[in-house]
């Protein structure tokens, strides 16, 4: 009988939960190692799509989900002043039916909560930073800040934009700051005092967007997100506070919609808004990049987590039945598959023009991560 294959995964973010989830499914025994002591709960929303829905329901996580997330009409774009329809895309049932699975608005800490539930607590291991990396006889052997070390048979690191596992495999790179940043939060619609905001809209203004959705079913919860420029600022942290009164000014004169809900909020996070240039490779024999740690994007398309989670789908495919001796082939399969999709991805977020105008979308929300051919 053939021995099971063992795998550690570098972070419990979204793309390393669902890669070890995924990995689960086809009788790998997974470790993840987090360098966080403890999970947060990030006052963020996300949209998730079609797409990643597919890989979410071949988790066993849809119906949760569903129960947990608010189902819009449509993602509908306005100018940032008259509130004139630009393009107003369509979800609800009848996207459902022509992508195959739901478009659903999520609290960030909904969607992490749901795929933690997905792998056993004790495969979990937190306060676990990544320090080396090296190959050996008898393995991959991971060496621990805190001490400990490990050894798998291969090694996936989903560590984020950050990633130390990329550093260590291909050497530090820097980060390209796009001269822009975000503010965003998540706050009880009751603030609103019976204010009735749309589904989901995206505010297009001459240098700046504001994006404001609900992110439970019952419309409980408010959260935008907004991108302006302001090229002197470089932190790049969930957790930073933001002023929330610069951030009303800056989208003075906006449509009423847009001023009622900042009026409303509380505080607001601010960070950088960054990504990378696509790498030329993202494995190193039995060690591969996933997600932000190999193709991090701006959150234009919101896609950013959608990829990392497509990304765990197509990983446990190419892993399948596969012994320690086979990794690197299929690590570079994984890459092949992947790298095209994740590439444009990059480049159309990048632009950020996705639905400004009638757009396209079949490409991103049709593709089914468990049968897309892979690479040969």
Not at 247 to 261: H, I, K, N, S, Y
């Amino acid at each position: 009988m053939t021995k099971s294959l063992s795998v550690a995964i570098i972070g419990a973010g979204m793309g390393g939960l669902a890669s070890a989830a995924a990995l689960r499914r086809i009788g790998t025994k997974v470790t993840v190692y987090e360098q966080a002591a403890q999970f947060s709960r990030l006052g963020a929303g996300i949209q998730i799509g079609c797409n990643a829905m597919k890989v979410l329901r071949g988790l066993g996580l849809e119906q949760r989900l569903r129960q947990q997330s608010f189902y819009p009409r449509s993602w509908n774009n306005r100018d940032w002043r008259t509130g004139e329809v630009k393009f107003d895309m369509i979800f609800g049932e009848a996207a459902e039916q022509k992508f195959g699975a739901p478009y659903l608005l999520a609290h960030r800490g909904d969607l992490h909560a749901a795929l933690a539930s997905a792998v056993p607590p004790d495969c979990v291991k937190q306060d676990h930073k990544l320090v080396g990396l090296d190959e050996t006889g008898a393995g991959v052997r991971l060496t621990f800040a805190n001490g400990a070390t490990a050894v798998a048979d291969a090694v996936v690191a989903a560590d984020g934009v950050h990633s130390i596992a990329k550093d260590i495999m291909f050497g530090a790179s820097s980060l390209n700051y796009t001269g822009r940043i975000a503010y965003r939060t998540t706050f009880p619609a009751a603030l609103l005092n019976g204010y009735k905001i749309d589904d989901c809209t995206k505010w297009w203004g001459e240098d700046r967007h504001i994006v404001i959705y609900y992110v439970k079913p019952d419309r409980s919860e408010v959260y935008f997100v907004t991108s302006q420029p302001e090229p002197d600022f470089k932190i790049e942290s969930w957790s930073a506070k933001g002023d929330v009164r610069e951030l009303r000014t800056a989208f003075e004169g906006f449509d009423r919609q847009v001023e009622t809900v900042l009026a409303a909020c509380p505080d607001v996070h601010k960070w950088a808004l960054v990504d990378r240039d696509s790498l030329d490779r993202w494995s190193l024999g039995n060690v591969t990049l996933l997600g932000d740690s190999c193709h991090p994007m701006t959150p234009y398309m919101a896609q950013g987590a959608a990829m990392a989670i497509e990304d765990a789908a197509v990983l446990s495919r190419c892993l399948a039945g596969v012994d320690r001796d086979g990794v690197a082939n299929a690590f570079r399969r994984f890459e092949a598959s992947r790298k095209p999709r994740t590439s444009l991805v990059q480049q159309t977020s990048r632009t950020n023009t996705w639905l400004k105008d009638k757009t396209d979308t079949d490409w991103v929300y049709a593709y089914d991560a468990w049968t897309t051919p892979l690479a040969a």
